[in-house]
């Protein structure tokens, strides 16, 4: 199989066949041009190559089953440690991540100047307010023996005197096995020594492009290590290391175990305001949880031949949604959008990556139908991802070959159709309902746009 890296696997929207190879009949090119869909497509068919599209397979299957038996806690308990007088929302951001991904409790251990600011922000958080040198025990003992994932680093500052205790968690829980994320100000304390973390498999770091240079000449000192490619220094580090899983984040994540690499190069916002790595840091911490709970799946892939690792997987997963949501957040409020606006679009960005996965809705067809509309609104694009794997699923490649172009012309032209009546009845509708909403002449109701304030008179 390809690299993840290579110029084969970089995806970007080619109109062809996606059973036969071949490139569809110039009216259908046509027809897409027309209605202007090869740009929409594009997003949708980013990622879809063979590889990511496997890697994002394992991810929907580690994703557990929301019904009435489960329990609290059982959808994974995430531990934000981080938090300081300057910074109180960087905590927030990735402790709120974790549970609108899906993560049940989320914990925040803070310095105790920080503490109520974080309460203030929101009731979901449980927070303690005891992130010192000499709590090392009690936070052990309350927080950390109860939690399943740990993210250390958003907000914590970079006071000397919290280095050690920095290390002593990350090295004594990791060798837990616990998976731990380290981003921000926590990558910088694990800087100090590498080697203390060197083969601790289940950490993830997640640094962006100066804190990965940081990271490489830490590594590296005294050596000339001469790389223009992004991709390779990635996996690199990685193996130096000893397959810790680094998130490289950028333009294009790059995630690499030593071993394997991923690129995840999904559309996103074009604002780089404060807060996002921070989301990705919550939003890893509940896919790392799901991942290492369903431990047997790797094994069954590992068969295979694809040799995915727990942490791959979930760092992919956390990338794809991240980057999605930031994306719709941006579509939302362009230049004004923030963190929040990322927050607030996770579950709907969730259910339309992994649509299969949501239960059924419990109201009527006539009720207000919210979900049934928002699923029949994307089911154009969720089949038109998925017709490349009908020769997996059981139809012949002899008769997929002989459809040919045809099977894929008639396939989007139907959606195309059915997404154009779609339209036409919503524009309907808006336009019956402005029409029961427009006040007659002899109604005694002013039209909005006249000033109907009283008007005093002397």
Not at 53 to 81: A, F, H, M, T
Not at 86 to 111: E, H, M, N, R
Not at 423 to 437: I, L, M, S, T, Y
Request: aromatic share 6%; hydrophobic share 40%.
């Amino acid at each position: 199989m390809k690299d993840a890296g290579s110029d084969d696997c970089k995806a970007s929207f080619i109109p062809v066949n996606v059973i036969s190879g071949q490139s569809p009949p110039p009216c259908t090119l046509a027809l897409f041009r027309r209605l202007n869909l090869l740009k929409l497509l594009s997003r949708k068919a980013n990622m879809c190559t063979e590889r990511h599209c496997e890697v994002l397979e394992v991810v929907r299957r580690c994703v557990p089953k929301l019904d009435s038996s489960s329990r609290k806690g059982q959808n994974g308990r995430i531990c934000v440690i981080g938090g300081s007088y300057q910074y109180t929302g960087a905590p927030y951001f990735a402790a709120i991540s974790a549970l609108k991904t899906g993560a049940d409790l989320s914990f925040v251990i803070c310095a105790p100047e920080a503490g109520q600011a974080i309460k203030a922000y929101s009731p979901e958080l449980i927070v303690f307010p005891v992130l010192t040198q000499d709590a090392f025990a009690e936070v052990q003992e309350e927080v950390l023996s109860r939690v399943d994932v740990i993210i250390i680093g958003p907000g914590i500052g970079r006071r000397a005197e919290l280095v050690p205790f920095i290390l002593r968690i990350v090295c004594e829980m990791a060798r837990t096995g616990m998976p731990i994320v380290v981003d921000a100000d926590g990558l910088n304390a694990v800087m100090t020594n590498l080697d203390a973390i060197r083969g601790l498999k289940n950490i993830v770091m997640t640094p962006n492009a100066t804190e990965f240079d940081r990271l490489f000449k830490a590594e590296f000192e005294g050596r000339v290590i001469v790389t223009e490619d992004t991709l390779g220094a990635v996996k690199l580090l990685a193996a130096k290391l000893q397959n810790v899983t680094i998130v490289r984040k950028g333009p294009t994540d790059i995630i690499s175990d030593g071993i394997h690499v991923l690129e995840c190069a999904e559309p996103c916002s074009l604002r780089r305001c404060g807060g996002q790595g921070d989301v990705l840091s919550g939003v890893l911490g509940t896919f790392l949880h799901w991942t290492r709970r369903n431990s047997e799946l790797f094994v069954e892939s590992n068969s295979g031949g694809a040799q995915y690792t727990p942490t791959l997987v979930a760092a992919y997963g956390a990338c794809r949604l991240t980057r999605e949501s930031s994306r719709c957040a941006f579509e939302r409020h362009r230049r004004g959008m923030v963190a929040s606006d990322m927050v607030r679009e996770i579950p709907q960005c969730f259910t339309r990556i992994f649509p299969d996965l949501q239960p059924p809705s419990t109201s009527s067809r006539s009720g207000s139908g919210g979900e049934e509309v928002m699923h029949e609104k994307y089911a154009g694009s969720i089949v038109l991802l998925r017709v490349g794997n009908l020769t997996n699923h059981g139809l012949p490649g002899s008769i997929g070959r002989s459809l040919g172009g045809h099977f894929q012309a008639v396939v989007v032209c139907l959606h195309i159709l059915l997404a154009f009546i779609g339209c036409v009845e919503e524009e309907e509708e808006e336009e019956e309902a402005e029409g029961r909403n427009r006040p007659t002449s002899g109604s005694g109701l002013a039209p909005a746009c006249v000033d109907v304030r009283p008007q005093l008179t002397f």
